[in-house]
């Protein structure tokens, strides 16, 4: 079977919809038409099945899809691993992927180091939740990503090495001018009357832990699409917000911080496939420690014997709010 008619069978499962897909393979909608016609004819099985909305797939199309979907990144990849034995490895493009407020700060620093030592590297940074991050290393889009273990946590799972970086506490960003702004770490109770931005529900859920631990709530009125739209919030002044620690460095001047009693935290680690690494990856993955325990006093170092076991929410050695 040509993987051309793969490639369309996993972009119409991914999309939902044969005519997506046919606009994103600059193919007629007729066209992807057939070739699922015609992959159903020589499986001999239903692939596909209508729904209001589009088109999903069949239990039978499912289980071939996951199949297909490693077929072909194996293809991919076999296509790189050719080019690079014949360019020289470094000539590879290091594809890197970190949560939003990791790739505002520490990222772009390792990278920087990272080039200062091995030359020049193409590199690309893709920035996306820890979820999608964990699954485009899986899917082989992604060499390296920086991820978090904030809810719904991170899956234990052995397709991937995973190297704890440290631990970010959460902070509460304020406009400036704010009551509490310069008041060193305030309880949760001094904020509880307030309204609050949020842009993730990973977020949302470490802020309802810490007020529901302190006995208070915290009232998330307002639903930022984004991290930079949850700080613009913030700076007009209609809402404060919890932010990761990570982020006091790359702060915009009309917002400010203030520390938590006991906050709530997250696990950094990052990520890599466990087969074909990039040739750059373990030394990025070197200057990522350094950045991230140079950013705040809050990054902690691994303990080793805690690197074994899945990673929930609590990360390593300490639980959540």
């Avoid at 087969?275 to 070197?286: K, N, S, V, Y």
């Amino acid at each position: 079977m040509e993987l051309t008619v793969w490639r369309t069978f996993v972009t119409v499962c991914r999309l939902g919809s044969l005519s997506a897909a046919a606009a994103e393979l600059n193919h007629t909608q007729s066209a992807v038409s057939r070739q699922i016609a015609g992959l159903e004819r020589r499986l001999g099985v239903p692939l596909m099945e209508r729904h209001a909305r589009g088109v999903r797939p069949t239990p039978a199309g499912e289980v071939f899809r996951r199949h297909a979907l490693t077929t072909l990144n194996e293809a991919d990849r076999a296509v790189r691993a050719a080019r690079d034995a014949h360019d020289g490895a470094f000539n590879r493009p290091l594809a890197v992927g970190a949560t939003p407020s990791l790739a505002t700060g520490i990222v772009p620093e390792a990278i920087r180091a990272l080039l200062r030592q091995a030359g020049s590297v193409r590199w690309s940074l893709l920035p996306a939740l820890s979820p999608e991050l964990h699954q485009r290393v899986l899917e082989g889009d992604l060499d390296v990503a920086v991820v978090t273990d904030a809810p719904p946590g991170l899956p234990h799972d052995q397709r991937v090495e995973r190297r704890f970086l440290g631990l970010d506490e959460m902070v509460v960003a304020l406009p400036v001018g704010h009551p509490q702004a310069g008041r060193g770490p305030v309880h949760i109770h001094a904020l509880a009357d307030q309204t609050w931005a949020e842009d993730n529900d990973g977020s949302a859920a470490l802020l309802r832990r810490h007020a529901d631990r302190a006995g208070v709530s915290a009232r998330i009125d307002l639903v930022a699409a984004d991290l930079p739209g949850k700080l613009a919030l913030v700076a007009t002044g209609h809402a404060i917000a919890l932010i990761p620690g990570v982020l006091t460095r790359a702060l915009r001047t009309d917002v400010t911080t203030v520390d938590l009693v006991d906050p709530p935290g997250r696990g950094v680690y990052a990520i890599t496939p466990r087969r074909d690494p990039h040739p750059c990856a373990a030394p990025l993955l070197d200057h990522l420690a350094t950045a991230f325990a140079s950013i705040r006093p809050a990054a902690v170092a691994a303990p080793a014997a805690r690197l074994s076991g899945p990673v929930r929410e609590g990360g390593p050695g300490r639980s959540r709010a």
